[in-house]
């Protein structure tokens, strides 16, 4: 690939780019889209939504990108949660240290690289990238501290910012936990594996055990249905409503029955309150036994302080460690209930089975990897498969295969990794959306750093080397050297991977192709008026973060190899940086957050980065001939690895646990104030299995979740394929 | 080697056991030696011990073999705690799967292995030991599922052994924690890393700390000085002794006040209780503040409760993790006093450091471990060498150079690993005696795996295929069939190590040499008659559990190869189940224990050498060409994974953390029977750090430590090279 297809391929990307953020501009003012790209504002600010003059003012084109330059940090917190915040933040660190490593990377590495050899340069424009690429310096060259020189600029700036960001995502995460004063999970506590036995029901011996070993703290419990069981529930309870309401009893009186029945304390049947009309006991309501033998070995149990709920969450509770385990209940609208029905006991299992799935997955996914790769060795492929000389022929048609189809095509397999990965953390167990979420964000981080980056620079090396049997790859020793003499080369693709799956990647996260497709369907096909019938989404962390690293690693082990992948990197982090903002501040709307702990990937991936390009960089002294800048090397990877540590030992502790000093202040408080009688409240209704369930959205149901503010939490449940998750649905609210 | 050597060799060493289990049954009844081979006797009846008839009555010889046979595992546990118990069920447990093992081995492997080729055997004295490997099973034998069914039958025995011993030692370390009623440990935890202040001093730092965030469980607390600092006190509670003793102060109060001084409560300085002399107010002793900054960032609280010191012990209390670390504290006589001087912030650098340390010495300790394997070979090696064929002319010298030198000097070299070791877990931090010990026995199990086992097979590998570059085996891919290849033929090195390092060990275990030599000494050259002058020591763990685990490893791999191995190995478990029991009973003192934490070290190691013994038949399976039987034994990995698996999902917890509902109980019994103000009582001056540093030792120091249970346990400070640790101390009781 010369300059002039890398041209070609901008060229493409940046006019696609142009169109469609134009197009963003002018969708975004019709008042008919509101609902695709306003939805984070549909959910906060309902009551202006049938303001006529509130969407159809006409704003000027770039306006979005002013309004999302210009939102501060307190502002995202506040709309997007704390996870947002670090979200941004990593993309503001590549930034920063992507800007430091262009300045010392164009302007010291590249004009070394490129008057590296002695050699007769041809026309700028037909120049080959490679000539670019550290390939181009002679054996033994004098120049090579250079490219040590701007390895350890690089490698010091990373730390340093890495430090102080993580410092301040720890404070930060701190003041999510001190903040979050009205959160009832911190209260609850999930307990799970509670033992059978033939003479009591679960509920029974839930409240004995924790009356027994918490007398003093513990406060009251909700044992968790299986899902047949409260469907069942669900529908007696419309029964019940529909009685009620057609004996003209008023409408608040039922709705705190059927909180009494559902959401609140430790009931197991309908306990009618107060003096009810005769007809309603007629119903066959009173099954208490029946019901008992529907409740799940699971339950949420409520303390009085937020301490001892820490306490009861962290201790092991029973000699058996495979009965009465305590999690930490994650808040109502995080808790992912369909988890909690399936026995604790096959989790492990399960968990192994999901783990050897995933190795095979990722193994088995290389294949359209490795046919992407051989399409920009096209040259190279001609000599084994003399029969495609003939498409390759024409240039145009050279350089579109070359320099655009391989990403997209890589694109289009990539796309479809994200929900198999959401469906192997949902069999994993997780109790909560946001831990869901954060695990297939682990997930398809391995896939994509493994498949997009390793896959490539190994296929790229056994073309390269096709007498050499592939087989040898697998040789340890070999794989530094191999890494060495793979990743300059491979720069060119990863060029192209840029410009493509990055730039336009962000383009179609602004234009929301699939809910706008949605949206068009609703309206012209279904001929459906009501623009909040099509809900909104929460932000995908598990494929944006996954993409922001991969960005990351490419631009650490490209930046001193083949400096010249910066300059579109830099554009790539300065539109994410634009576009999720906007994003997060109209788009997405906040239902769950995780407090932050996707900083923890964040900055292990860094440092893996980091190290990798170090030895990358080893590797290729080594093969330059060049011992010194080998040996300043080694120090500089031992000093990156006893830095992780010391973050890890430093920081990491306070994403795992939650300090009690924090927890007993926030008692305190909550104490003195006075408030804590309120909270006590507040938990009994707070965690309604019922709502989160009900896959139809009938008004009347609404009614069954108590008048907390959960309330506008708590939403429907339509998936979009790459989401499985419930986004907001706007219109269910009793009349 | 042929049998006629393994047989000299086998000879040579049963002569050398049965002479020297003689000498043993001699030298136990001579009554000088009493403190050499009745430590523990000693230990526990000293009012018996100036009985005249008591060790001159004559045993007959085997006397000893049956009383150590007879002992009954509640009497092993009441002598020798649970951490005995859990070794010799290692030994027991080894007994029996290599019973069965041979069984199934000798009966129907050896004669398919003897006659697995059409070949004229020779006598069978001059028979060479590889006629009964593996290796002599003629490619694509029908006769290789038997081989198949015979680790079938090893393994599900192993595993189902394995279950039900994990089973019984967790339900007996659930026993050590509720029976210990009266250890004061579960009521204290271990603060480190107190930050410093210029307005407080530690001390005052704590008790604010504790009594703001643990005010209804917190009941006093006992700073931690500095060494320099704590001889000081020492001397100066000498003096005052001295100058209370000559003014007729009784004894009682002098010991009280002490008392007081150094163990109690949160005193800094020297609190005078009663009217005390005028000449002790001269004496320079109200240095509070001088004491103040001699305090180290370390004490140890003491709570009201059990439950409330497990709590505070397991919480992260501050938002910074490096502050305030918690831990629950060792029992008085485990706790190892120098390492809380060390601040708490470095350690996870030594931490590092070590590891880097471990590597390299690993490492490097493979040149004597290739020597002594080419000595082995030296037929191979007059190849190589021609000049060595003039030793080696000589049949007697061939013999004894193969047979019985290569393993005489692994085990002098071995002999300098756990000293080493020792350190290395003393510089990581712990901070109990019981733990440092544990985190050696890991140490020295990776090493000697690693060194005996790996090194031996790869030395072999590469001698015999010497043609082949010695670099290539680092490639994992050809790791099973190398394996495959060389565990056969290195099966007779193993034999020959079963038989002198395993064999004499015992003998040089039951003759104790170090001590009879100081002992010796004391008694003929110091002309010392004070048999108690010198000390006993504690089980040495860290040399003794890799040793029989390594043999286990050795046992597993070879059953099915080489079964030759496995009726001297039967011999092996057998004397070391006599050997051990007897010396537990008699000579070891137990000081201090870890309550069964060996045991998942022991578990672990025994999946690791079944899942190596698998994959090791595997590649066997596959050379010779038998994929029925190799298709067969991937089901049997996957299972002995998931056994694996399921036993630390469900036993492995209770040895990492502790049950709150047993804690939670005992509390309760002892809170009903009244004892817990007696306990309370007790803790305030269990701890005693001035005894347990003081070097000499003096009569005058016993006084400074309080009456309590701790009196016996705690104890003087002279050392023997590989265990560096305090042995018991008879002599020093207080007038």
Redesign the interface.
Same mark, same amino acid.
Request: overall charge positive; hydrophobic content about 35%.
């Given at each position: 690939m010369n300059i002039s297809a890398l041209l070609t391929s901008s060229g493409i990307n940046t006019a696609v780019c142009v169109v469609l953020f134009s197009l963003y501009s002018i969708l975004r003012k019709q008042p008919s889209l509101v609902s695709v790209y306003f939805g984070q504002k549909l959910s906060q600010v309902r009551s202006k939504r049938n303001d006529p003059l509130w969407f159809q003012r006409f704003i000027p084109s770039a306006s979005w990108i002013v309004k999302s330059w210009e939102a501060s940090e307190e502002e995202l917190l506040a709309i997007g949660g704390l996870d947002a915040v670090v979200f941004l933040r990593a993309v503001v660190f590549s930034i920063r240290v992507f800007s430091v490593a262009s300045v010392i990377c164009l302007f010291l590495v590249l004009p070394l690289n490129y008057f590296g050899k002695e050699m007769d340069h041809k026309h700028i424009r037909n120049e080959q990238l490679s000539v670019f690429t550290i390939e181009n310096v002679k054996e033994g060259s004098r120049w090579l501290w250079a490219h040590c020189l701007a390895l350890y600029v690089i490698s010091s700036c990373a730390c340093i910012l890495l430090y102080f960001e993580y410092k301040s995502v720890?404070k930060m995460r701190?003041a999510y936990i001190a903040a979050s004063r009205s959160q009832i999970n911190h209260f609850t506590v999930l307990v799970r594996a509670i033992p059978w036995s033939r003479e009591e029901s679960y509920s029974v011996r839930v409240a004995k055990f924790f009356t027994d070993?918490y007398s003093s703290s513990y406060l009251s419990h909700q044992m968790i249905y299986k899902s047949g069981a409260m469907q069942k529930l669900m529908t007696d309870a419309e029964k019940i409503y529909n009685v009620l309401k057609s004996n003209t009893v008023e409408q608040h009186y039922g709705s705190r029955l059927l909180r009494c029945g559902f959401c609140g304390g430790t009931s197991t049947s309908f306990k009618i309150l107060s003096p009810e009309p005769e007809n309603v006991r007629t119903t066959s309501l009173h099954d208490g036994p029946d019901l008992g033998k529907k409740e799940c070995g699971a339950a949420l149990v409520f303390f009085r302080t937020r301490y001892a709920a820490?306490?009861a969450s962290?201790?092991?509770?029973?000699?058996?460690? *495979?009965t009465w385990v305590t999690d930490l209940a994650p808040e109502p609208s995080d808790i992912y209930w369909s988890n909690l029905y399936v026995p604790y006991r096959i989790f492990?299992?399960r968990k192994?089975a999901i783990l050897v799935a995933f190795i095979l997955f990722v193994t088995f996914f290389l294949i359209p990897v490795v046919f992407t790769q051989s399409l920009v060795h096209l040259d190279k492929l001609e000599k084994v498969f003399p029969f495609i000389k003939g498409i390759t022929e024409r240039k145009f048609m050279k350089q579109l295969i070359t320099g655009y189809l391989p990403s997209v095509i890589l694109m289009i397999f990539l796309s479809i990794v994200p929900p198999i990965m959401m469906v192997f953390s949902t069999l994993e167990g997780s109790i909560s959306r946001s831990g869901r979420k954060r695990s297939s964000c682990i997930k398809v981080l391995y896939f994509i750093i493994w498949n997009v980056f390793f896959a490539n620079i190994l296929t790229e090396a056994a073309i390269d080397h096709y007498q050499v049997s592939i *087989?040898k790859l697998?040789?340890?020793?070999t794989i530094p050297n191999q890494l060495a003499k793979a990743v300059p080369s491979t720069a060119t693709f990863f060029v192209t991977y840029v410009l493509t799956s990055g730039w336009a990647s962000l383009s179609f996260e602004l234009i929301q192709p699939f809910p706008l497709l949605c949206n068009s369907f609703y309206r012209f096909i279904l001929r459906n008026k009501d623009d909040t019938s099509y809900g909104s989404y929460t932000f995908p962390y598990h494929t944006e973060v996954p993409r922001v690293l991969l960005f990351g690693l490419l631009g650490f082990t490209c930046s001193v190899l083949a400096p010249l992948i910066l300059p579109f990197l830099l554009v790539y982090f300065f539109l994410a940086y634009l576009v999720y903002r906007n994003q997060i501040l109209d788009v997405y709307v906040t239902r769950y957050q995780s407090g932050g702990l996707y900083w923890p990937i964040i900055h292990n991936t860094t440092i893996f980065s980091l190290v990798l390009t170090q030895i990358i960089s080893l590797g290729v002294f080594g093969i330059k001939h060049s011992p010194i800048a080998s040996s300043f090397t080694i120090p500089l990877i031992i000093c990156t690895l006893?830095f992780n540590?010391?973050c890890r030992?430093?920081?990491?502790?306070?994403f795992k646990?939650?300090?009690?000093?924090?927890i007993?202040d926030m008692d305190r408080e909550d104490e003195h104030s006075g408030r804590m009688e309120e909270i006590h409240h507040q938990l009994l209704s707070a965690y309604c299995q019922i709502k989160s369930e009900s896959k139809s959205s009938g008004k009347s149901l609404e009614l069954n979740c108590p008048e907390t503010e959960v309330n506008d939490k708590e939403t429907g449940d339509i998936s979009r394929p790459e989401d499985p998750e419930a986004p907001v649905n706007t219109s269910a609210q009793p009349p």
């Open positions: 720890t701190l070993y820490l306490v962290e201790a092991l509770q029973q000699p058996n460690p *495979m492990w299992i192994i *087989m697998g040789d340890p020793k006893l540590e010391y030992q430093r920081f990491h502790p306070i646990k939650t300090p009690s000093k924090t007993i």
